[in-house]
Every structure is written in C-alpha cells, then in structure tokens.
C-alpha cells in the first residue's frame, strides 16, 4: 500500500491551492484519512482529517479556510486551502489508516503517509 501526494507549491498570501493524496495496493477498506503538516523546527501536527463516513475534524488555526474531503471510489483525499498564510508553510504529510489486503481473508489495519508535499506561503 502506498500513499503519493501533490498539489504543493509556491503561492502568495491570500492564496488558494489544492492537496490531492492517492492511496493505492492492495486495499481492502480505508478509515480515516487525513493530513498533518510540518513547518520547519516545530513538531508535525494535525490540519484535517476526515472519517469514511464523512465526518471532518480541523485544527482551529485552519478553520474556515481549509476543507477536507475524499472520494472513496478514487481513495483519494483532498485538501482545499484557501486564504493562505506565511504561516501556513510547511510540508504537508498525507495519513491513512488501511486495511491491507495481506492474503486470502487475512487482513491487516496500519497507518499508512504519503512523501510530503511542501508548501510556500510567501507574504
């Protein structure tokens, strides 16, 4: 099972930009999925995630600007960051907690990141 996100780059103050995040393999289910991110000399934390029933849960600093949302048919998460700020960047890491197809009726439930996709926010 692999995660891979996209959508970082560079953008200005006040901007917009989209995360996209695609899980692929061997899957048999997925539960949550969701994104952290990390700015430089500070810890990893939570931005967003979202449950497969659709429920959202957000840090307070993105409240209102961020929306998360996933389309299970693609496994695939999304962010939309919208009124970005300086400091919103950071790079942002992908999560989803998997269950893995492993062999016949065995499964597996584990946590699974994407690479990391950095994100700019120039002011």
């Known amino acids: 099972v692999q995660l891979q996100a996209y959508g970082g780059g560079l953008v200005q103050d006040g901007g917009s930009l989209r995360l996209s995040c695609a899980a692929s393999?061997?899957?048999?289910?997925?539960?949550?999925m969701g994104w952290y991110r990390q700015a430089p000399g500070k810890q990893r934390e939570l931005v967003a995630v979202?449950?497969?029933?659709?429920?959202?849960n957000y840090a307070d600093s993105v409240k209102g600007r961020f929306t998360i949302s996933r389309d299970n048919a693609k496994n695939t998460v999304y962010l939309q960051m919208n009124s970005l700020k300086p400091e919103d960047t950071a790079v942002y890491y992908c999560?989803?907690?998997?269950?893995?197809?492993?062999?016949?009726?065995?499964?597996?439930?584990?946590?699974?990141w994407g690479q990391g996709t950095l994100v700019t926010v120039s002011s």
């Open positions: 393999g061997s899957i048999f289910s997925i539960n949550a």
């Open positions: 999560n989803a907690r998997i269950w893995a197809q492993v062999s016949g009726t065995s499964r597996r439930l584990s946590d699974y």
């Open positions: 979202v449950t497969n029933g659709g429920n959202t």
